[in-house]
């Protein structure tokens, strides 16, 4: 049971290149999530899923697309890297939603725009 | 915007101390959970109160919960070198998504 898999670990882009990070869970579970984390800000919402072929936008959005054409996947799309977009992405799930559930980490992936 | 305050931001202690941090939040709450990071990898997940419950304990680790005054606390007590990591408060709620605390630094020193 692998849980939560993100692809790639590790992205280095030059600006306005683009890329989409892949994001896959097999615990079937409805909720995905897409965070980045930045030294000292936490976790921050980038967008969210409650179904397949659901999103909705997080605390963060600008810059990112995502889409969710199947329950285990989610990508993050990035389609003109900016350097603010250095950071660490995380990908979670989770089977209720933040009402009941937890979530369920991938292991991250650090992207550098140059 | 960010819920969950945690409280300190690092906390260096010896092995076999105990290791308290506290959460604050803002809003009401259906639950609020505890995760630890170690350095370089993705969050797991430790335990989870209900806004009805007001402690609960999962082995060396014990969580309370004060709805009245928007707090909990995670205690780890008898701490050892493997606890060392960043700790993150996170709230739920009904219709709204998870809201992180930006952590707490835990080192336990050997």
């Known amino acids: 049971n692998a849980g939560v898999t993100q692809t790639p670990k590790f992205r280095v882009l030059k600006t306005g290149q683009s890329m989409t990070l892949l994001c896959a869970q097999d615990?079937?579970?409805?909720?995905m999530y897409w965070y980045r984390q930045d030294p000292g800000m936490g976790l921050r919402l980038i967008h969210y899923?409650?179904?397949?072929?659901?999103?909705a936008k997080g605390e963060v959005p600008d810059g990112y697309n995502v889409s969710r054409l199947k329950k285990q996947n989610f990508l993050l799309g990035l389609e003109s890297a900016a350097p603010s977009q250095t950071s660490v992405y995380f990908c979670?799930?989770?089977?209720?939603?933040?009402?009941?559930?937890?979530?369920?980490f991938g292991e991250g992936s650090r992207l550098t725009v140059l | 915007s960010q819920q969950g305050e945690e409280d300190p931001q690092a906390l260096s202690i010896q092995e076999g101390e105990n290791a308290t941090m506290n959460c604050s939040y803002k809003?009401?709450?259906?639950?609020l959970q505890w995760y630890r990071q170690n350095s370089g990898r993705g969050l797991v997940h430790l335990i989870l109160?209900?806004?009805?419950?007001r402690e609960k304990h999962s082995g060396r680790l014990r969580v309370t919960l004060d709805t009245s005054k928007k707090s909990s606390s995670l205690l780890i007590t008898a701490s050892r070198a493997a606890d060392t990591a960043s700790y993150f408060c996170?709230?739920?709620?009904?219709?709204?998504?998870?809201?992180f605390g930006p952590g707490t630094r835990l080192s336990v020193l050997p």
């Open positions: 979670a799930s989770s089977r209720t939603g933040a009402n009941t559930g937890e979530l369920f």
């Open positions: 615990m079937n579970h409805e909720y």
């Open positions: 899923s409650v179904g397949e072929g659901t999103t």
């Open positions: 809003t009401s709450i259906n639950n």
């Open positions: 109160i209900r806004s009805n419950e």
């Open positions: 996170a709230t739920g709620n009904y219709g709204q998504n998870f809201v």
